[in-house]
């Protein structure tokens, strides 16, 4: 049985802190888990990390312009967030 995925998401970023995690890397690291899934969407995805930053379980860590012109931002879970999960 899998987690709801934005409870999966929290999870995965608090398992890989030496990691930079942003919806890149979250969604590459669970595409096996999830990629079948409807809902397995860059749209869906920046919703549930924004959702999460909101909701004060995640904090903006780092920043970037990647190759293509978009912009990156990583992510940390903090305390709460880790009390979370």
Do not use: C
């Amino acid at each position: 049985m899998l987690l709801p995925i934005r409870s999966r998401v929290l999870h995965f970023i608090g398992s890989n802190q030496e990691s930079k995690n942003n919806i890149n890397t979250v969604m590459e690291g669970l595409k096996a888990e999830y990629g079948s899934e409807r809902q397995f969407t860059y749209a869906n995805f920046l919703d549930h990390l924004l959702s999460l930053k909101e909701n004060g379980l995640i904090d903006e860590d780092t920043y970037e312009i990647d190759k293509d012109g978009q912009l990156v931002i990583d992510y940390v879970i903090n305390e709460e967030g880790l009390n979370t999960i």
